[in-house]
């Protein structure tokens, strides 16, 4: 067999690499992680993920050298089914969730991932953002089930963590194409303000602050407030807030805040991270596009994947997390997207350019799904 | 009669009368259906319920018989030619069909069928003619890809087994249209076995296709030819064939290859003749899109990756539309390179002219030259050149030697070779890597030319048309080497001078570009134009950028090679793209592909060991490379959200804000209104106008009044515009409710996948075809050629163009190798049950391959234990290693391919189930043990195993004897080693066996291995032979397995039995009653003389005596026993008289009671009447 892989330089974009190699069952081989830095080498939350990603998969071949400056991947098949996993606090669970929300509807069996972790951070998107914002989107797609859905039952800010995320997803033999070019207008806002290990006075406080920017657009806002106490709340303090403005075509752009850990950087106030928060969804929905940003990739992804019918997603400026999946998605599938600009009308008030990608999907079936 | 014709009454028709009015009534209601369900409602009424539930019910199942599951209409605007497959077994026709196919639809006459032929039949039909023949690889491989098989059946000998293994293989490989032939219809004599005979043959296909499957009869031959017009009709029912599509085809792209080329370096084969080649394929583009870089699969041959895709132009176009109703003879076109017709075929760098090859190889091989020191020279495999840079040379004995490759690197630009197995005159390009100055070029260009002038030499005794050739080559060679600078050099400088860079464009970006490389794409081949492009993409940047990179300019001045010069393009690019990014509108496609194609620049010139493409980012990405892996994207800075023109700019997004013109609540209002704003009120009579319209109709007057003729023109234009919109507003409303009614599932999905297969036509109609097939692949129905650079050499010197080269893409993961489960069947025709883990040969996807199969099946605990055979009549599992292919796709095994035996030769068929180890084959072992040691219910069992590891393992684990005791495995013993305790349900005896059942889990052996028939030497093709099973192995061996002793026949010598006397205890010998008790029953041996009784003689008085005494007691007994029975026999009388007299008491006594009980009721109702007379009384 001839045989087929690809060659990376650094750590940056592991997991769509990852993520990609799987899908596609190509091999992939990352050199020169971090070789010239002090501490060189994985750190340990890749090195978690790489174990997540050993878990769901079967029959898949890691190879790490001395120092885990080279990393060597074969895929094996997707197996899926229940899996529970400790996952490194340094990042967030969303960092973890992103890749099984791309793997999941692609396993032999529906998934049942017990996510232990810190659910809510700064840097990465949360897991309430991915339960408002991607699950919905996949649903576009197709994937739908019983069960599908992600469930935060502990609450853990970082640093400390504690928290669990229970993620359900059941799996489908080929992806529906999509044709979202109307984003529609936004009929209501909702959000969830969580506090752990605060005074519950806090999430009120973020609740009225975020509302008082978003009222002058629309009177159809609910905050939900969120507070943990017990056992469910974690390890560590903290706040946030996670907006969704969905339209009346059935999209979902969503920001969210959280405030600092712990211990690193200057405390936040409560009114400021709702009014930012606030302001945060006004610039995504400046961006516009059916898919908010950080979901972007998640849904050219499953463009990619689809039949072999034209899909069409129009996205706000791309990010650049999205050109280089973009690109990867041409190393890994040989899929190239047309990228049109669409501009904004000179009387029209919708924010800023737009992006209509357009492509033809793969033809991409589970080839993981079992028949009896 | 008398002649006279007696004159008919003529009718009169009635004007008038009850008659007249009641035809007159009829006329007029005109639907006489309905009158009579009026007039006779009865007849039309439901009469049974049931059976009217019947009609529904039939009714519906027809209509949803009919549905299929709606799929997306991929099929290309313009398909490719239709495959047509010609089968039968040898000497049925099959080529003089193809002739006669050819000669109806083009005129033309075709020698040998060589290759697929393909033709333009109609004005929107194009076929390609490909013969099978009897090689069970061939056909395999073409049922994979035939549209239509055309099945040749030699009525006069009936089918043949050819016939139903090639159904079956079409059957396993998604069902291809198929049409019966059937030929030698000449050979009967009689009417009537012919008629017989065709319709048994008939009947037999139907079963084996479908109820109806067209059979086509060619009755007879002329001159060596078909029938005219039988021919002419087949070719009819040809072209008006519509074709399903199926599932493995349209899921993937595939290539009936039409045409090789080999492209090596003739040099490299000279010198390394076995070594591996770069060939170019040609084909038809059929199934799905096909993508650059993909892995392909070539029948027979192997896998492969794609090294370039490029499309042609089409070598057989259909004609131009135009209305006509037949073909002229210009666009009757047939391409057959294989079969040799048409001398002169286009590549995308070549044009290849193919000139008679038998003629110019035998003279060759006449004037061979003979002299030993020529036959040298022309067996050298390495050139001079070569010698002149293995040689070294040493200027101080024991320093460095020097290599001719220090001094001087070759570069040579152009190079016509003449290869002479081929017979073909080629140019070639060639590229090194480095630009040297022209000195050395002239020396590279000096050698060449003295290797030439000896090549020259060599070659003086060939023929004429060859030295001609030579001579011609000699001087484009001397002109390339002297004055005349060749045009791609000159290109290559001309860039130098203008200090650009060489940026390969993978496609337009910008608009401008694309116009430039549209004009410039007329004049130039698609290399230049790339580099073109480039250019003026240089120009721009160059005065763009001058004055900002005027410190730039030093470095590319003093960075002069060309090899450098990427480097200081990326620098620019950077800063290009930094300055997109700054500007509004970015070119987006640019900035995410664009700058990716450079890095592509770079792998090509590093690989590592042809395993992985080293893919670099950019230098200025350097950076990034190893930086947070993110996928939030941070907001813009620059937008203050507090402002009000911020917050006013996204207005519109919200359902607050302004709605578009057809959008808008107010405007579809009063849209409404105009449609419907008129009604009447039917009670009231009233009527209603809508003030809107009357409003704008005032609008209007006014404006009109006012307002000037043109605009007048403009308002109607509106108003005409409104009055469209309005209708078809109104046939929208109408068609959404009339639809709804009717309207399914089933109709909506259609609907749906309608809209999807209209978008895919639109979107990328109106891209030119290079960028088109950028973004979708290459479609079907181009003609594309596919470099593929290793190939094995046999791929070549093997070629035989008979039989069919199939290259089939594969999907994103189907290139990997893994474990599969299958569910198998063995075919109920195939003589013989398989074995397990004899090598058989798959035919999966596009693959044909050896591997081992292990069978199992599932037991009713879930269980998949191993069976050694397939089952004779029933589906079982089988595990194989190899290609990872879809699930649900179907394969069929053979045993072997090599040879045609006279039995059928698929061995067994299956679908795939799954891609996993998922499931564990285990065999039953049974572990064997003896006791050695029995208390009462308690045993130590040595011999099953080995250590105490081993018992430690199996500690609790359940054991049985063979006659069925039950026990369990307690702990190990110290010694002997592997003994261990274990107590049973029963006192088990030391002749008792114990064993333990386990299952052992069984490795699914990894051979794979491709059968690369093609690869053959011509005419060995179907000889293919792999792994041999075990029976072949030790047939071909002369090896016999001993056979187990105990199972060899001797003669049975039974041993006399002995019992032992049954010895019962004293004991138990007291307690016994005696009857049970042991008798001594030993033989009375001789009484001794003492104990003997003496023996009484009497006296004659005595016996006198005692005759008397006799006689007399036998008369009393006699007398006695006389008596006895009289007594009896009375006794029985009396008896009977007994018995007599009771029953007639018994009647008595019932009649008497009777009777009283008759009067005692009566007394007692006689009683309750008085009594309840008395009640009543005394109430």
């Keep these: 067999m001839a045989s087929q892989g690809l060659s990376y330089d650094g750590c940056n974009f592991f997991r769509q690499r990852l993520v990609l190699a799987t899908l596609s069952g190509k091999r992939v081989k990352i050199k020169g992680v971090r070789s010239r830095e002090d501490n060189p080498g994985l750190r340990d939350f890749e090195a978690s993920f790489i174990r997540l990603l050993d878990k769901v998969t079967n029959g898949s071949r890691i190879e790490i050298n001395q120092t885990g400056t080279v990393l060597f991947y074969q895929p094996g098949l997707l197996y899926g089914g229940s899996v529970e996993h400790d996952c490194n606090p340094q990042r967030s669970i969303g960092y973890y969730l992103e890749a099984l929300l791309m793997l999941a509807p692609f396993m032999k069996t529906s998934l049942k991932a017990t996510l232990r972790g810190v659910t809510n951070d700064p840097t990465d998107p949360t897991v309430d953002l991915l339960k408002s914002a991607a699950i919905p989107l996949m649903k576009q797609f197709g994937i739908d089930g019983e069960g599908f859905d992600i469930k935060v039952v502990k609450r853990g800010m970082a640093p400390g963590g504690g928290g669990e995320v229970v993620f359900k997803c059941p799996v489908r033999r080929s992806i529906k194409p999509v044709q979202l070019t109307e984003p529609g207008k936004i009929k209501r806002i909702r959000g969830v303000a969580y506090s752990v290990r605060v005074s519950p006075q806090m999430a009120n406080r973020i609740v009225d602050s975020a509302r008082s920017v978003l009222n002058q657009f629309l009177p159809d806002i609910y905050i939900y407030t969120d507070h943990m106490k017990g056992a469910n709340s974690g390890k560590s303090p903290g706040f946030g807030l996670t907006l969704v403005a969905e339209t009346l075509n059935g999209c979902f752009l969503s920001a969210e805040m959280s405030s600092t850990p712990q211990g690193q950087g200057d405390p936040v106030l409560p009114e400021d991270l709702g009014r930012n928060c606030a302001k945060l969804l006004l610039e995504e929905v400046h961006r516009g596009g059916c898919v908010d940003s950080s979901n972007q990739s998640l849904a050219l992804l499953l463009m990619t994947l689809g039949q072999q019918d034209v899909s069409k997603v129009l996205l706000g400026p791309l990010s650049p997390y999205t050109i280089e999946f973009l690109r990867h998605i041409r190393d890994f599938f040989q899929i190239m997207f047309k990228i049109e600009v669409q501009k904004p009308l000179e009387d029209e008030r919708k924010g800023g350019d737009k992006v209509l990608m357009t492509c033809l999907g793969v033809g991409y079936s589970n080839i993981n799904k079992s028949i009896k | ?1179």
């Design chain 2, 1 to 1179: 009669m008398d002649g006279k014709v007696k004159k008919q009454k003529q009718h009169q028709q009635k004007h008038s009368g009850p008659k007249a009015e009641k035809k007159k009534a009829k006329k007029q209601r005109g639907s006489a259906e309905e009158d009579e369900r009026k007039r006779n409602p009865k007849a039309f009424a439901v009469q049974s319920a049931t059976r009217m539930a019947k009609t529904f019910h039939r009714a519906q199942d027809i209509k949803t018989r009919k549905h299929h599951i709606p799929l997306v209409d991929r099929t290309p605007l313009k398909p490719p030619p239709i495959v047509i497959v010609v089968v039968g077994p040898p000497k049925v026709g099959k080529s003089t069909l193809i002739r006669c196919l050819i000669k109806n639809f083009t005129r033309q006459k075709l020698g040998d069928i060589c290759g697929p032929v393909t033709i333009v039949s109609g004005k929107k039909h194009r076929l390609t003619f490909v013969e099978c023949n009897n090689d069970i690889n061939t056909m395999i491989d073409l049922a994979k890809v035939a549209d239509l098989v055309l099945m040749l059946i030699d009525a006069s000998f009936g089918f043949e087994m050819e016939t139903f293994e090639f159904l079956n293989i079409c059957q396993v490989h998604g069902f291809p249209r198929i049409m019966g032939v059937l030929t030698h219809l000449d050979s009967f004599k009689n009417n009537k076995t012919l008629r017989k005979t065709k319709k048994n043959l008939k009947h037999r296909f139907w079963t084996e296709v479908y109820q109806g499957a067209k059979l086509f009869y060619l009755s007879g031959m002329v001159y060596g030819e078909y029938q005219t017009q039988e021919v002419k009709n087949l070719g009819r029912f040809i072209s008006v064939m519509k074709f399903r599509p199926l599932v493995w085809q349209t899921s993937h792209p595939y290539v009936l290859v039409d045409r090789m080329e080999d492209l090596t370096d003739p040099d490299k084969i000279r010198t390394d003749p076995k070594c591996d080649r770069t060939v170019s394929l040609y084909g038809y583009l059929r199934g799905t899109h096909l993508k650059n870089k993909g892995q392909v699969h070539i029948a027979g041959v192997g896998d492969f990756q794609v090294s370039d895709v490029n499309f042609l132009p089409d070598p057989c176009p259909l004609p131009d539309a135009q209305k006509k109703r037949a073909l002229n003879e210009k666009e009757r076109l047939l391409y057959a390179p294989m079969a040799g017709v048409g001398g002169v075929v286009y590549d995308k760098d070549a044009v290849y002219i193919d000139l008679p090859a038998s003629h110019v190889n035998q003279q060759q091989e006449e004037v061979r030259p003979t002299t030993e020191l020529v036959q040298s020279l022309i067996d050298t495999h390495a050139t001079l050149d070569a010698k002149m840079a293995a040689s070294k040379v040493s200027l101080f004995s024991g320093s460095a030697t020097l290599d001719p490759t220090d001094i001087s690197e070759q570069s040579r630009y152009e190079k016509s070779v003449w290869d002479p197995k081929t017979q073909r005159e080629r140019r070639k390009v060639l590229f090194t890597e480095e630009e040297e100055d022209e000195e050395d070029e002239d020396a590279s260009g000096s050698s060449d030319d003295e290797a030439d002038e000896s090549v020259e030499e060599e070659d003086q005794n060939e023929d004429d048309l060859s030295t001609f050739l030579k001579e011609a080559r000699l001087e484009s060679t001397k002109a390339t080497a002297g004055g005349g600078p060749p045009v791609k050099k000159q290109k290559l400088e001309e860039k130098e001078g203008e200090g650009g860079e060489t940026e390969e464009l993978a496609f337009a970006d910008s608009e401008d570009e694309l116009e430039n490389s549209s004009e410039e794409s007329e004049s130039e081949g698609e290399a230049g134009r790339a580099r073109d492009s480039g250019h003026s993409d240089d120009m721009a940047k160059s005065e763009s950028e001058e004055e900002a990179e005027q410190g730039m300019c030093m470095i590319r001045f003093s960075l002069n090679s060309w090899a450098l010069r990427w480097k200081e393009g990326l620098q620019q690019k950077a800063s290009e793209a930094f300055l997109r990014q700054q500007e509004a509108a970015p070119n987006l496609r640019k900035l995410v592909y664009g700058s990716a194609d450079d890095s592509e620049e770079e792998e090509e010139e590093e690989e590592l060991g042809g395993l992985f493409r080293v893919s670099r980012p950019q230098k200025s990405k350097k950076f990034q490379a190893n930086a947070r892996d993110c996928s939030r994207f941070n907001p813009d800075s620059s937008h203050n959200w507090d402002l009000e023109e911020m917050l006013n700019s996204i207005r519109d997004c919200f359902v607050t804000g302004k709605w578009e013109e057809g959008q808008d609540a107010a405007t579809l209002l009063k849209e409404d209104e105009e449609l419907y704003g008129d009604f009447e009120d039917l009670e009231t009579g009233e009527i209603h106008k809508d003030q809107t319209g009357q409003q704008d109709e005032n609008d209007e007057d006014d404006g009109d009044e006012g307002e000037e003729s043109l605009v007048k023109v403009d308002d109607e234009e509106v108003q005409k515009n409104k009055r469209l919109e309005k209708k078809r507003r109104l046939k929208e409303r109408f068609d959404a409710e009339y639809d709804d009614g009717d309207a399914t599932y089933f109709d909506d999905l259609k609907e749906e996948m309608q809209k999807q297969a209209e978008l895919n036509r639109a979107e990328f109609e109106d891209v030119d075809d290079e960028t088109r097939v950028q973004y979708e692949g290459f479609r079907p129905g181009m003609y594309v050629r596919l470099e593929i650079s290793p190939l094995p050499c046999e791929f070549v010197t093997n070629f035989d163009p008979h039989y069919p080269v199939v290259l089939g893409g594969l999907g994103s993961n189907e290139g990997n190798v893994g474990y599969l489960q299958m569910r198998l069947k063995k075919h109920r025709w195939y003589e013989r049950i398989l074995k397990t883990r004899d090598p058989l040969i798959l035919s999966l996807g596009w693959r044909r391959f050896q591997t081992i199969p292990l069978y199992h099946i599932e037991d009713h605990n879930g269980r998949h234990r191993l069976l050694k055979y397939t089952p004779q009549h029933m589906h079982c599992g089988a595990s194989i290693w190899g290609p990872i292919t879809p699930q649900g796709t179907g394969f069929l095994a053979v045993q072997s391919v090599a040879g045609t035996k006279v039995n059928f030769r698929i061995a067994a068929t299956g679908v795939i189930l799954d891609l996993d180890k998922s499931v564990t084959i285990v065999k039953k072992l049974k572990l064997i043990g003896y006791p050695y040691k029995i208390f009462k219910n308690t045993c130590f069992i040595k011999g099953m195993f080995s250590t105490v590891l081993e018992v430690a393992k199996f500690e609790g684990a359940s054991v049985r004897t063979v006659s069925g005791i039950r026990g369990q495995i307690k702990k190990a013993l110290s010694t002997p080693p592997g003994a261990y305790r274990a107590t049973f349900e029963d006192r088990l005896l030391m002749s008792d066996i114990v064993f333990l059942r386990s299952w052992y889990p069984v490795s699914v052996p990894q051979l794979y291995n491709p059968v690369t028939s093609l690869l053959l030497p011509v005419g060995q093709k179907d000889s293919w032979s792999g792994m041999r099973t075990l029976g072949q192995l030790k047939h071909d061996l002369g090896i016999r397995n001993k056979p187990n002793t105990d199972s060899l026949y001797k003669p049975i010598s039974r041993a006399q039995r002995h019992f032992n006397p049954l010895h019962i205890p004293n004991e138990l010998q007291k307690a016994l009653p005696f009857k049970s008790k042991p008798k001594q029953q030993q033989r009375k041996g001789k009484t001794p003389k003492d104990l003997q009784r003496p023996s009484v003689i009497r006296e004659p008085h005595e016996r006198k005596v005692m005759a008397l005494l006799h006689a007399l007691s036998t008369v009393k007994n006699y007398k006695r026993n006389k008596a006895h029975t009289l007594q009896h026999a009375k006794h029985k009388g009396f008896l009977q008289q007994k018995k007599k007299e009771e029953e007639a008491k018994l009647k008595r006594q019932k009649e008497a009671q009777k009777k009283l009980y008759r009067v005692m009721g009566q007394l007692d109702k006689k009683k309750q009447r008085s009594s309840l007379k008395g009640a009543s009384q005394d109430d």
